[in-house]
């Protein structure tokens, strides 16, 4: 452990719960230390009834600067004095820069999804998608997979009235999006069990839970072989490296990435809205990895 932040030192942190087992503290700290930076990182739990009260505190104590995660990305909008068009795009706030008195909320997910998927090499554009899940992960990277020009994104998930919703809202505001494309691809909603359309999908990302935490040992894909040879896997849950998925994925000849790379690049790119500069990706690569195996 560093010391205390002294002097002229600034305060990160993470508001979520549990947060116990985030990884960004030891990523951040390990970004600000190779940078000389007098700056620290430390992760709050939140209950739900408190977030009010905590986000009072970031102005109080003079936090510099959060990240947020489950369960507080999408109530915490209404708490904050801005937030951004991406962040209204997405329906989420993963990131706050307290600026001059006042707390500002971004997203940076899909932001990090597209930084991680061109890390691996793979170019989005002209891509058809398949996205399993409509959550708050599936919102932010079905939006931003759009805006990055992908051909077709179905949007597949268990409660299919949900994304349909999704897909309703976010066809509805990326309309009005900077950035947006001018002739919207086509943007559909189906259920898990949609064979079709997952062999004929370039890039398939799971954006569920499945895979992770009690739901280790499960799969977003009801049959892996509708797997196509070639197609492109993504799994967003990066706890255990090799889920289920991806490891029927690489059995099925499909190139795979796991979500490790989505969370270091939100994180490396929240230092551009709290810094003004991308952080260092490679060192925040390395300590992510050492977090994950402890
Ligand atoms: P969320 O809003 O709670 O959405 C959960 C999704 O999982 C919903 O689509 C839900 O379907 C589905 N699901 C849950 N249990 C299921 C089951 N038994 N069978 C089928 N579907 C099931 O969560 P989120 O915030 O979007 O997060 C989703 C995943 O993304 C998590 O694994 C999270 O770790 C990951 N994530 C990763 C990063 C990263 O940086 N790598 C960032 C954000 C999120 P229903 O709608 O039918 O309930």
Same mark, same amino acid.
Do not use: F
């Given at each position: 452990m560093r010391g205390q932040v002294g002097g002229q030192g600034r305060l990160y942190g993470l508001l979520g719960r549990p947060v116990s087992h985030s990884i960004s503290p030891a990523m951040h700290e390990a970004a600000f230390l190779a940078q000389g930076m007098n700056c620290r990182y430390q992760a709050f739990q939140v209950e739900p009834e408190a977030l009010p009260t905590a986000v009072a505190g970031l102005k109080a104590l003079g936090i510099s600067g959060v990240n947020v995660t489950i369960p507080h990305k999408e109530s915490i909008l209404p708490l904050l004095d801005e937030v951004t068009e991406n962040a209204r795009l997405v329906g989420a706030v993963n990131t706050i820069v307290h600026r001059n008195g006042r707390l500002i909320g971004y997203n940076t997910d899909g932001w990090g999804f597209l930084c991680a998927l061109e890390e691996a090499g793979v170019r989005p554009a002209g891509a058809r998608v398949v996205v399993l899940g409509a959550g708050g992960a599936a919102r932010a990277i079905a939006s931003h997979l759009i805006l990055a020009g992908a051909a077709h994104v179905a949007v597949l998930n268990r409660t299919v009235e949900k994304a349909e919703r999704l897909v309703s809202e976010l066809t509805a505001s990326l309309g009005e999006a900077k950035g947006a494309p001018k002739q919207m691809p086509p943007f559909t909603?189906?259920? /898990?069990?949609?064979?079709? /359309?997952?062999?004929?999908?370039? /890039?398939?990302?799971?954006?569920?839970?499945?895979?992770?935490? @009690?739901?280790?040992?499960?799969?977003?894909?009801?049959?892996?072989?509708?797997?196509?040879?070639?197609?492109?896997?993504?799994?967003?849950?990066?706890?255990?490296? @090799?889920?289920?998925?991806?490891?029927?994925?690489? @059995?099925?000849?499909?190139?795979?990435?796991?979500?490790?790379?989505? /969370?270091?690049?939100?994180?490396?790119?929240a230092w551009e809205y709290w810094f003004g500069r991308r952080g260092p990706t490679s060192i925040m690569w390395a300590a992510a990895k050492a977090a994950l195996t402890e």
């Open positions: 909603a189906g259920a /898990l069990e949609s064979p079709q /359309l997952i062999r004929a999908a370039d /890039l398939i990302v799971n954006c569920t839970s499945l895979g992770m935490g @009690e739901q280790a040992g499960d799969s977003p894909l009801t049959d892996p072989t509708w797997l196509r040879p070639g197609a492109i896997v993504y799994d967003t849950v990066y706890r255990p490296a @090799e889920t289920r998925l991806i490891r029927e994925a690489k @059995e099925a000849g499909c190139q795979v990435i796991g979500g490790l790379g989505m /969370l270091v690049h939100q994180g490396a790119c």
